[in-house]
Nanobody
Framework: VQLQASGGGLVQAGDSLRLSCAAS????????MGWFRQAPGKEREFVAG????????YYGDSAKGRFTISREKAKNTQALQMNSLKPEDTAVYFC?????????????WGQGTQVTVSS
């Protein structure tokens, strides 16, 4: 599987942004598709994940209540809808595929897309 992320940009605090991740190749039902982010000088942080087959979701603390992850199986895409963005959401966002929600089990990564939230 190869992953291609898109949708980043510069927005103001309170705005919304939708990131997309297109996957090529077969995605198994057990695969977890996810989003991570990394801000300058900080460690990579788990944002959200979705089990490809069942559609069950899991969110990191920073995303709960504001972000929604979804997938469209027919198009082999997943998306991260981000609402009420804050300056601290500024980071490079990566889509990834793995076998569980555990960070260590994500083995395929797309290129990052920059999200910048101005105050």
């Amino acid at each position: 599987v190869q992953l291609q992320a898109s949708g980043g940009g510069l927005v103001q605090a309170g705005d919304s942004l939708r990131l997309s991740c297109a996957a090529s190749g077969r995605i198994f039902s057990s695969t977890v598709m996810g989003w991570f982010r990394q801000a300058p000088g900080k460690e990579r942080e788990f944002v959200a994940g979705i089990r490809w087959g069942a559609g069950t979701t899991y969110y990191g603390d920073s995303a709960k209540g504001r972000f929604t992850i979804s997938r469209e199986k027919a198009k082999n895409t997943q998306a991260l809808q981000m609402n009420s963005l804050k300056p601290e959401d500024t980071a490079v966002y990566f889509c990834a595929a793995g076998t569980s929600y555990d960070h260590a089990d994500f083995h395929t990564w797309g290129q990052g897309t920059q999200v910048t939230v101005s105050s």
